[in-house]
């Protein structure tokens, strides 16, 4: 496997670091289901006692899902939690363990054809999935499939991301920075046919990105994916990795996006990037990432977090 500057360890690990990764190693060895159900009720307990995060995960709902009940909100605020809970002791496990365990726990592959078809074409793949569900069990199944370029931007807490790395170095995808050099790395995979995946619905720069509808509200997105669909010509695959309903496994689902995201005006591949991700998140939205703060720019200013 190629190995950048974003692969290697930090070379200095303090007393915290060292046991924040101790512990995540010991996560690592406890069963699936017991983490699971350690991370409900982790979540349950936090729903409990509401702060700042219950706060910005209900003003998200609000601003997407205009119409729906408060009660509704309740609902999902508390399962939103949970599912967070549960997701951040995923994450360990999955780090923790050797690919094949990810692998065996991808119980379903729904629409496959859409990847597999876009992979044959030989034209370049980009796939593109929001921060949703429990992503980092995927990539093990598509590594198998076609080792992905992806961008890799050191955690703070160096304990986690030593972790990580640790991980990710067990696989064969090619790690970049998240920088212009890590950009032409990717235009580099798509022009020779390869694979390269975006998680895109973070908040860009003011030079990375341009207001865009984003769940009905014009929010700053990232221009990366639409700018590399269109200096490639490459296919566009949308995916998810989803917690099954009372089983000890997960779902991964493929989509073909909007067909805007094509379109030659950035604005529009923009937009039509965003309705892709919607799609996706639509499908289940305590799942998501409602934690973060996704519509702190928008135009016109709505100040939804102060």
Excluded at 27 to 55: C, D, E, H, M, T
Excluded at 88 to 98: D, H, N, R, S, Y
Excluded at 203 to 211: F, M, Q, T
Aim: hydrophobic residues 35%.
């Amino acid at each position: 496997m190629p190995i950048t500057e974003t692969d290697k360890l930090p070379p200095v690990l303090t007393r915290r670091d060292k046991i924040i990764l101790s512990l995540l190693r010991v996560f690592s060895r406890l069963s699936l289901p017991f983490l699971q159900k350690l991370g409900l009720w982790l979540g349950v307990i936090a729903s409990w006692y509401p702060g700042k995060n219950a706060r910005v995960i209900e003003q998200n709902l609000r601003l997407c899902y205009p119409g729906q009940t408060d009660d509704w909100i309740r609902r999902t605020v508390r399962q939103n939690m949970i599912s967070t809970g549960q997701t951040g002791l995923e994450f360990a496990k999955t780090w923790g363990m050797p690919p094949e365990y990810s692998i065996e726990h991808i119980r379903k592959v729904t629409n496959g054809d859409v990847f597999f078809d876009a992979l044959k074409e030989g034209h370049g793949v980009l796939a593109i999935t929001p921060h949703y569900g429990t992503w980092e069990f995927m990539n093990a199944w598509l590594n198998q499939h076609a080792p992905a370029v992806i961008m890799y931007k050191p955690g703070k807490d160096r304990g986690v991301d030593a972790f990580v790395r640790e991980a990710r170095s067990r696989l064969s995808a090619h790690m970049v920075p998240t920088d212009e050099r890590g950009v032409k790395q990717m235009l580099k995979c798509l022009k020779t046919g390869g694979f390269t995946i975006i998680l895109p619905d973070h908040v860009p720069s003011d030079n990375g990105g341009l207001y865009a509808p984003f769940f009905g509200v014009n929010a700053l997105s990232t221009v990366l994916t639409p700018r590399l669909v269109q200096k490639t010509k490459c296919k566009v695959v949308c995916m998810t990795c989803t917690r099954l309903p009372g089983e000890d496994g997960f779902e991964i689902y493929f989509e073909a996006p909007h067909p805007d995201i094509y379109s030659s005006d950035l604005q529009t591949a923009t937009a039509g990037m965003n309705l892709s991700l919607e799609s996706l998140i639509r499908r289940d939205p305590t799942q998501y990432q409602w934690s973060y703060k996704r519509f702190k720019r928008t135009d016109p200013v709505i100040n939804v977090y102060s």
